[in-house]
């Protein structure tokens, strides 16, 4: 049996499994992640644009930053691995997805039990009077302002130095300790509170798999790591399943 076979055998035989995905999934879709930008965006660093600090010096250039990634997700397409994903949830017993991303592929490719760690690029967030809104297939403007008080919204995703909702870190941490086997997908393993997920797992005894281009700091420490695209290797564990 090869580790592809394994890994299937351990999905199936888990029947509830959590999965973490991080921006390895959506960078085969054409998403750039952060360290993917080159390094700059307009001559910038994209993470310094992604702080509370930079929206209160210069909302309209935070902005412009984010209203370009809104139409870059938007023009993107769910690849395969976010399709299989799906496929997953429909031949697993229970399946929570736990994302870092801020895209909604996950969601567009089908899936529906989806906790959005950081947010997404489509809600945005009243600055006055704190209310969320859905404003996904629009065009916003350069300053765009709540409708009901006239304050300056802001995206509704967690930006650096912020902390997860608290519901949803919750609901994640739940999914994790639920579960007996923990799939982690396309991330750098690098990012807390997030990476913590795996360690919640490890202490619970649940098996850990990882999936990802290249080794990362939890490769050596858990059950089985898959080296390679997501998009080629969940088709083939969603056929074996």
């Known amino acids: 049996m090869n580790d592809l076979e394994t890994v299937a055998s ?3 035989k888990a029947g509830r499994v959590t999965v973490l995905t991080g921006a390895g999934v959506s960078a085969e879709s054409g998403i750039p992640t952060f360290r993917g930008l080159g390094g700059l965006w307009n001559g910038r660093d994209p993470m310094s644009l992604a702080t509370p600090q930079a929206f209160a010096a210069n909302p309209e250039l935070v902005w412009e930053f984010y209203n370009w990634r ?40 089908g899936s ?45 995703v967690v930006w650096f130095g912020e902390s997860l909702p608290p519901a949803m870190w919750e609901a994640a941490e739940t999914a994790v300790r639920r579960a007996p086997l923990l799939l982690v997908i396309g991330t ?35 059950d089985i790591a898959l080296q390679g695209k997501a998009a080629e290797i969940l088709p083939i564990l969603a056929d074996l399943l």
């Not at 799906?86 to 929570?96: C, G, M, Q």
């Open 112 to 156: 529906r039990d989806v906790i959005e760690l950081h947010g997404n690029l489509f809600e945005v967030r009243c600055t006055g009077c704190s209310r969320t809104f859905d404003r996904s297939g629009e065009t916003l403007p350069p300053l765009p302002r709540c409708h009901d008080c006239g304050q300056l919204l802001r995206p509704g």
């Open 10 to 12: 351990l999905l199936a």
């Open 70 to 109: 809104r139409e870059l997700v938007t023009q993107a397409e769910p690849n395969p691995g976010h399709r299989a994903l799906a496929e997953f949830s429909r031949r697993l017993t229970s399946l929570t997805l736990v994302t870092q991303n801020v895209d909604r592929l996950h969601q567009r490719a």
């Open 188 to 222: 750098s393993a690098v990012v807390y509170p997030a990476a913590g997920l795996v360690g919640t797992a490890q202490n619970g005894g649940g098996a850990v798999i990882e999936i990802n281009l290249e080794p990362t700091p939890i490769s050596a420490t858990v």
